[in-house]
C-alpha cells in the first residue's frame, strides 16, 4: 500500500478539523511563553512541579476510578497516566542530558 502525499495532508487537514480549539491548557502555552528573563533554578523547579501535578492528578483519578466514582472515565484516567509518564521520561531525559554536560565540563583541561 502506497500513501501518496495528498491523501496524507487530506488526512491531516481532517484530523486537524476535528481538534477542539482549546484543548491544549492555556496554562502549558503561558507557561512556555513567559520564559524569556527566567533565570534556568525556576525554570527547572516550575518544570518539576508541573510534572509532579499530572503525577499527582493520575494517581488521583486512578483512586478515584478504583473506588468507583462514575464521575471518572477509564479514557480519562488512561490518559492522565500517559500524560504523567511522558512528562516524567522528558524530566528524566533532560537530567541525563545535564549531568552528561556537567561530565564533560568537569573533564575539561584547565
Do not use: C, H, W
Not at 491548557?25 to 512556555?32: C, G, L, N, R, V
Not at 471518572?72 to 521520561?89: G, N, Q
Request: hydrophobic share 40%.
Amino acid at each position: 500500500m502506497q500513501i501518496g502525499a495528498n491523501s496524507l495532508l487530506q488526512e491531516m487537514q481532517s484530523l486537524s478539523a476535528e481538534i477542539k480549539p482549546g484543548t491544549i491548557a492555556p496554562s502549558m502555552t503561558q507557561q512556555i511563553a513567559n520564559t524569556s528573563g527566567s533565570d534556568f533554578g525556576q525554570l527547572l523547579s516550575q518544570a518539576v512541579g508541573s510534572v509532579n501535578a499530572l503525577q499527582a492528578n493520575s494517581s488521583q483519578l486512578q483512586s478515584r476510578l478504583d473506588m468507583g466514582d462514575t464521575r471518572v472515565s477509564l479514557s480519562d484516567t488512561v490518559i492522565a497516566r500517559e500524560k504523567a509518564s511522558v512528562a516524567f521520561e522528558a524530566t528524566v531525559q533532560v537530567r541525563n542530558k545535564l549531568v552528561e554536560a556537567y561530565k564533560e565540563i568537569m573533564s575539561m583541561p584547565v
